[in-house]
C-alpha cells in the first residue's frame, strides 16, 4: 500500500501535487487561528472592496469581508465535501464492484446493468434535479448526494480488477484450502484493489472540488453565509470591474487545488501501473 505512495513522492509531478496539497490543507486548518472571522463585516461603508494590502492581502468582498479569511475557511469546506464525499464514493463502488466480481453471474450481471443504467443519466444533470428540487440542502446532503452519485465508475474498475485476481493461483489456492467468501474477499481481493483504488480516489478529488465550486456558483451548493470557493464567485459577480479580486484569489484557489490533486494522481497512476506511464 505504501510503496506506490513512495514512488508516487518520487516523481517530480507527485511530489510538487503533494506539497502543494498539503500546504492548501494546512492554510485550511490553521487559518481560523490567525485569521479574521471569515463572517465579520467590520465596516461595510468604508471598509468594502478594499484592494489587497497588507491588512487584507487579498482585499475585501462589498460586504468588508476579509477575503483572504473566506478563502481559507471555503477550503475547509471544498475538502471536506471532496474528502468525505470520494471516500463514500469509493466505498460504494468497492462494495459493489467486490460483490459482482467475486459472484459473477446473475449477481454481477443484475449490478452491472444498474451501473450502466446509472451512467447513462448525467451525474450533473442528476444533481441538479434534486438540489433545486430540494432548496438550500445541508452541507452533509451535498456530502451525500455526490458521493452517492459518483461510485459508478469505482465500481467497474474494481470488478475489473477482481474478476482478474480470481484467476490468480493463490485466490484458487484459497479456495481449494476451504477460505470462505468473506476471507478471501478481505483477505485476497481487497488489499490488492488498493492500488487503483487510492489513484481513483485521488484524481476524484479534484472532479468533487469543481463539481461543489460549481453547483455552488449556481446557488445550489453550499449556501450563504457559509464561504465556498464557487460560492464566492458568485458573490464577486456584481462587482467585478470594480474588485476584480473577489472573484480571483476563490477561483486561483480552485485552479491549484484541483491542478495539484491532478498531478498527485497522475503519479500515483503511473507507481500503480508502470505500463501506463
Not at 79 to 93: D, F, K, M, N, R
Not at 241 to 252: K, T
Request: include cysteine; glycine fraction near 12%; aromatic fraction near 6%.
Amino acid at each position: 500500500m505504501l510503496d506506490p505512495l513512495v514512488r508516487a513522492w518520487r516523481d517530480p509531478r507527485g511530489r510538487v501535487g503533494a506539497l502543494v496539497l498539503a500546504a492548501i490543507a494546512a492554510a485550511a486548518a490553521l487559518g481560523p487561528l490567525v485569521l479574521p472571522d471569515p463572517l465579520a463585516q467590520p465596516c461595510v461603508l468604508t471598509c468594502r472592496n478594499l484592494p489587497p494590502s497588507l491588512a487584507h492581502p487579498f482585499g475585501t468582498d462589498d460586504l468588508s469581508r476579509d477575503i483572504l479569511a473566506r478563502v481559507a475557511s471555503g477550503g475547509r469546506i471544498s475538502l471536506a465535501v471532496a474528502i468525505l464525499a470520494v471516500s463514500l464514493s469509493v466505498t460504494l463502488g468497492a462494495a459493489v464492484g467486490l460483490v459482482a466480481g467475486y459472484w459473477g453471474g446473475a449477481v454481477d450481471a443484475a449490478l452491472m446493468r444498474l451501473v450502466d443504467a446509472a451512467l447513462a443519466i448525467p451525474r450533473l444533470f442528476l444533481l441538479l434535479l434534486v438540489l433545486a428540487v430540494w432548496e438550500q440542502a445541508p452541507v452533509v446532503a451535498l456530502i451525500v448526494l455526490i458521493g452517492a452519485t459518483g461510485w459508478f465508475g469505482t465500481g467497474r474498475l474494481v470488478r475489473g480488477e477482481v474478476l482478474r485476481l480470481r484467476e490468480e493461483s493463490y485466490v484458487r489456492a484459497a479456495e481449494a484450502l476451504g477460505g470462505n467468501r468473506r476471507r478471501i474477499i478481505f483477505r485476497h481481493l481487497l488489499p490488492n484493489t488498493a492500488g487503483p483504488l487510492l489513484v481513483a480516489a485521488t484524481l476524484g478529488v479534484g472532479d468533487v472540488i469543481l463539481l461543489e465550486a460549481g453547483l455552488s456558483f449556481l446557488g445550489l451548493g453550499v449556501q450563504p453565509p457559509t464561504p465556498s470557493w464557487g460560492g464566492m464567485i458568485l458573490d464577486a459577480k456584481s462587482v467585478l470591474g470594480a474588485a476584480p479580486w473577489a472573484g480571483i484569489f476563490p477561483g486561483l484557489a480552485i485552479v491549484v487545488t484541483v491542478l495539484s490533486a491532478n498531478l498527485f494522481g497522475d503519479a500515483l497512476r503511473d507507481a500503480v501501473d508502470p505500463r501506463g506511464a
